[in-house]
């Protein structure tokens, strides 16, 4: 993948994401309207409106029930894996910080990874499994030259006191994930893998990783985080929030990735 892709396809997602296609269509709207031709005030109406609407908690949980993820584990679930010497707790990487301030300039962890972190190291605690990490630098990561991995096994071990048994940090997106870390722990003895992310991604992380899971022999079993139990019922879900513009976001990348085959 050349630098040239790479642009078109964050020139892709630069058009395709809210809040940008509701913006154009708003000035094209505002633009017919200024000129008396038809259409301009339905137009700017529907834009501001679909503006409101993707900076919801409601909209993005009706587009991921849209898409389909599976249920949360359950405390029976997870407790039933204890003692069973075969399985591994597989998180997946959601980007890194490469410089943060007030860490006196060193690396950190997105609020996506550090979620995914911090519920990989509750159900290896949980289950007694292992700890193992997948990411590197991503397509889309710019001047980012330390690997997600690398990181997140300094995280883990420094303020989780607990080391990653696994990690790879070659992977540039979810299928290179699955590509480079399986093969390693199946040559491990590794029979089962729970995998950790969030329920936005985990429809596409399960069809990168079960591909790759089923030649190797491998199981994997879906730990998705991230759900809400309601998000639909209270008048703040259908209020514009910094976390319903940011859930919907993610979901409609989701799809997009989803369709392209990512």
């Known amino acids: 993948m050349n630098l040239g892709f790479v642009t078109f396809k964050n020139l892709v997602l630069l058009l395709a994401l809210p809040p940008v296609p509701w913006l154009l269509l ?6 017919r309207l200024h000129h008396r031709r038809r259409g301009g005030a339905w137009l700017l109406g529907l834009a501001l409106a679909l ?9 993005g949980e009706l ?19 204890r003692g069973r010497p075969d399985g591994v707790v597989l998180v997946l990487g959601g980007g890194v910080r490469q410089s943060v301030p007030e860490l006196g300039g060193g690396a950190g962890l997105k609020p996506i990874t550090a979620e995914r972190l911090a519920y990989g190291v509750w159900l290896a605690r949980r289950s007694g499994w292992p700890l193992a990490f997948a990411g590197g630098v991503g397509w889309t990561a710019g001047r ?23 990690s790879e940090g070659r ?66 879900d259908w209020t514009p929030s910094t976390g319903g513009f940011e859930r919907v976001r993610y979901v409609i990348y989701e799809h997009l990735a989803w369709w392209a085959g990512h």
């Open 26 to 31: 708003a000035a094209w709207g505002g633009w």
């Open 51 to 59: 503006v409101w609407l993707c900076s919801t908690e409601a909209v």
């Open 63 to 81: 587009l991921m029930r849209a898409a389909g993820s599976p249920p949360a584990l359950s405390l029976a679930q997870i407790d039933a894996l």
């Open 144 to 166: 980012h030259t330390r690997p997600e991995a690398e990181v997140v096994g300094q995280v883990a071990a420094q303020d989780y006191q607990l080391p990653l048994r696994w």
């Open 171 to 236: 992977s540039r997106d979810t299928r290179e994930n699955a590509q480079q870390m399986l093969p390693l722990l199946a040559a491990a003895g590794v029979q089962q893998v729970l995998l950790v992310t969030h329920d936005t991604h985990m429809r596409r992380g399960l069809r990168a990783f079960e591909a790759v899971a089923a030649p190797l022999g491998l199981r994997i079993t879906p730990a998705p985080m991230g759900l809400v139990s309601d998000g639909l019922s209270d008048l703040a």
